[in-house]
């Protein structure tokens, strides 16, 4: 559904901006939507229009052109969050905000 979800958008934005040289797409399904609707209007990915996406699944590596994305680190966030909801049943104190570590993975789409 992302997929289609970002062809869509990115077949609507072409529309609007035919000069568009890059996008940063939400997720890495949406990029890979992205990346098919550019195909479609005939922009060769990297070299007319750079995609990066987000998340780093696993098949980001295997689309073509292989997809530059951002890799966040999941499983941290799954712990951090169950640790933030007990200590909030627990009536601790809990920030406001916690930052985790990104990271740009390069590949030959961005």
Not at 16 to 30: I, Q, S, W, Y
Not at 72 to 83: F, G, L, S, Y
């Amino acid at each position: 559904m992302d997929a289609l979800l970002g062809s869509r958008a990115t077949a609507d934005l072409l529309a609007r901006e035919p000069g568009v040289d890059g996008l940063f797409v939400a997720n890495d399904m949406m990029a890979i939507g992205a990346i098919r609707a550019l195909r479609a209007a005939g922009r060769r990915v990297a070299d007319d229009v750079a995609v990066i996406g987000f998340d780093d699944i696993n098949i980001a590596a295997d689309t073509d052109p292989p997809l530059t994305t951002i890799w966040q680190p999941a499983a941290e966030m799954t712990r951090t969050m169950v640790d933030l909801l007990l200590r909030r049943v627990r009536n601790e104190d809990v920030p406001d905000s916690v930052l985790l570590q990104t990271e740009l993975v390069v590949r030959a789409s961005g």
